[in-house]
């Protein structure tokens, strides 16, 4: 290539770094000057609306441009004149290019300048932060100034009329002091000093006073130890004199020191106990029983060195309960088995009791008797008492499978006084304190507590209603010996009733020498069987329903069932016998397979039958206490089988009756009912 066609090329343009367009030298330009197109020095001199003008008005021109280049497609014209139009739209589109980049350039400029305000702007609102926190600095050094209080505030001066009175002159300096009231402080401050140093010196000589008195209480206990193991062998040595005159003091002396920890309702009856066993029954006794060192914690109040070491442990333990959450079951749990919680100690009573024992038809009271153990417990959230009971005996009762409820711990000390069940808990208070946890009745806890029976609280001073106005020991002493007396009684009858079981159960009727005069020598009838039924088993019985319907009988009544036996008739006698027996006759329901089914709501001498069993119990009773009424009751029934049997033919049609009854012993027979019926007696001729 010539250097002249290099002269005449074009110089290309190109672009530097900060995007200024430049020429590029040609290779034989030599010394040539150099020239340079900036477009941002032509953006700075153009207008932005100027520029928006142009690019309207090119997009119009190059949009008519199009429009012709298409009509002149359409009409077949020359290409010459369609070259020419497409030459003016490329030069519109370098148009429309060149805005678009002085568009894009005006863009980043005005970023760029957004951007350094910005940073203007933070750089002011960091220093303001600075400033900021410089003042509230200062503020805090301002308010702890401002709050300071000096040491001597603290201190409890004298006051200013008692300061001039003691302080002597050379420390009150009156005459400075009264004008200036920091010259003042000084001098209280400095008599105070004075004060203490005095006291200090006080000190020193109570102490060494003190360090005295401990050494001369040291002797005197070492002393007082040295006589301790000679004192204790004495008491070894009179045990046996206490125990000869019944006045156990070292016993006596160890129960009043638990005694201090137990709770008020089981004091109240402590007391109340020993002292009628010791005024008045002397085979009564009490004792205390149960984790003394609990007792001890309950009611020694908490100490505020215990929470500080406990603090740790009642973080991990918080963590722990973040951790894992306990079911709402599980909590209920807990705190039914916290309202339901007993208290660590609680009181066995002993009730001695003189043993019934039967030999050849006698009752007779032995010397060793047993034992009614009642242990009484005490709910602190309930403020109720509780009792279980247990019976220790001499002999083996275990022979009689019907006596097998009279005994038992549940139910022995039932209806002790009337209707007192101990199934509910007496105090009212606790229907809302159970509806709290979700316990819908006492009764399914009493197996595990104990029964809280209305006189047992009455015994230790609790009172739930507005009956009485005695309350506490006066309300215990006056029930204390009428319910001492039923207990005794109520084992007495239900030892009695075990051994008559034992034998009812082998088919004898025992009756004692002194009840043989109220029934003759000789009765045919006899027991053939004795049993035990629940209470459906008797609603079940046909010959019973009127009984249920007069509302004598309840669930917790004993029921048994007798049968009497003479030749082909046989008698059904259901018993109901309320825990109360004595002191509440059994009573009999009769019903007679012979000759077809009767009883006593068809037949007038069956209705008789039952009457002279149930209602003349005064005759049968036999001795005080009555512990023979039932044997006697059955052998009048057995007495009135005999008569009913001989004398119901004679009454029916008036011959020599069957053949299958003859009368043995009975004679002078008009009518049955006239036998029963005449002054309710049975009269008897042999």
């Not at 001890?296 to 603090?311: T, V, Y």
């Not at 003189?354 to 060793?368: A, E, I, T």
């Not at 004598?552 to 309320?578: I, K, P, Q, S, Y």
């Amino acid at each position: 290539m010539s250097s002249d066609a290099v002269k005449k090329r074009k110089p290309k343009v190109i672009r530097n770094e900060t995007g200024t367009p430049e020429t590029k030298r040609g290779r034989a330009e030599g010394d040539q000057a150099v020239r340079v197109y900036n477009e941002e020095v032509e953006l700075e001199a153009r207008d932005p609306q100027q520029d928006y003008m142009l690019y309207k008005d090119t997009c119009a021109a190059l949009a008519k441009l199009m429009a012709e280049i298409q009509e002149l497609k359409a009409g077949g014209a020359k290409s010459v004149e369609i070259e020419e139009r497409r030459t003016q739209c490329s030069v519109h589109f370098i148009t429309l290019k060149k805005l678009n980049r002085l568009a894009h350039m005006r863009l980043k400029k005005g970023r760029d300048q957004t951007h350094e305000a910005k940073q203007r702007v933070d750089v002011l609102h960091l220093q303001l932060q600075n400033l900021l926190y410089e003042v509230m600095h200062l503020q805090k050094e301002i308010g702890k100034c401002l709050e300071f209080r000096s040491q001597h505030e603290e201190i409890e001066l004298v006051s200013e009329e008692e300061f001039f009175q003691e302080a002597p002159a050379e420390i009150s300096r009156p005459h400075v002091t009264r004008d200036d009231q920091h010259q003042l402080t000084l001098a209280r401050l400095d008599w105070e000093l004075e004060q203490r140093k005095r006291l200090a010196e006080q000190y020193k000589m109570s102490l060494a006073r003190k360090e005295k008195i401990q050494k001369a209480i040291e002797q005197k206990r070492e002393y007082l130890s040295s006589l301790q193991p000679g004192l204790q062998n004495i008491m070894q040595a009179s045990l046996p004199v206490q125990e000869y005159l019944a006045i156990p003091f070292e016993h006596m002396q160890k129960q009043a020191e638990v005694s201090r920890h137990l709770p008020p309702p089981l004091y109240v009856l402590l007391v109340q106990a020993g002292a009628y066993g010791q005024a008045c029954d002397k085979n009564l006794s009490v004792s205390i029983s149960g984790d003394v060192d609990e007792a001890k914690a309950l009611s020694r109040p908490p100490e505020d060195s215990q929470d500080d070491e406990s603090d740790s442990d009642a973080e991990e333990e918080q963590q722990n309960t973040k951790r894992r959450r306990a079911t709402v079951g599980v909590q209920l749990d807990d705190k039914r088995k916290e309202m339901l919680r007993r208290h660590p100690l609680s009181l066995c009573v002993d009730l001695k009791c003189k043993g019934v024992l039967f030999h050849q038809y006698l009752y007779y009271l032995s010397p060793d008797g047993s034992i009614l153990h009642l242990f009484f417990y005490y709910l602190m959230n309930l403020n109720i008492l509780t009792v279980k009971t247990k019976v220790s005996t001499t002999t083996d009762l275990s022979g009689a499978v019907s006596a097998g409820e009279l005994l038992n711990s549940e139910s022995l000390l039932n209806c002790l006084y009337t209707s007192d069940h101990g199934k509910e808990t007496p105090n009212p208070a606790n229907r809302y304190q159970f509806d709290k946890v979700g316990i819908t009745t006492f009764a399914d806890y009493v197996s595990d507590l104990g029964h809280p029976y209305v006189w047992m609280q009455k015994l230790g001073g609790l009172q739930f209603s507005s009956d009485s106005a005695l309350t506490g020991s006066a309300l215990s002493a006056s029930h204390m010996e009428r319910t001492m007396k039923l207990l005794r009684g109520r084992l007495q009858a239900r030892l009695a009733l075990h051994k008559q079981f034992s034998s009812l159960e082998h088919s004898i009727i025992p009756v004692s020498s002194e009840c043989q005069h109220l029934f003759p020598a000789k009765v045919v009838s006899g027991l053939m069987r004795w049993t035990m039924m629940s209470y459906q088993e008797f609603t079940e019985l046909g010959f019973v329903q009127h009984v249920l319907k007069a509302g004598l009988v309840r669930e917790t009544d004993l029921f048994f069932m007798a049968v009497v036996e003479r030749g082909t008739a046989r008698l059904l006698a259901a018993v109901v016998m309320n825990p109360r027996y004595p002191e509440v006759a059994p009573l009999f329901s009769l019903s007679l397979h012979w000759k077809g089914e009767r009883s006593g709501r068809t037949d007038d001498n069956l209705q008789a039958m039952e009457s002279e069993v149930n209602v003349f119990r005064s005759e049968l009773q036999g001795p005080r206490p009555g512990l023979q009424l039932l044997t006697n009751q059955i052998q009048r029934l057995c007495v009135c089988l005999d008569v009913y049997l001989e004398t119901e033919s004679q009454v029916c049609d008036g011959s020599e009756g069957p053949k299958e009854f003859p009368r043995e012993k009975m004679c002078l027979r008009t009518r049955l009912k006239t036998a029963f019926v005449l002054q309710g007696h049975i009269y008897i001729f042999c």
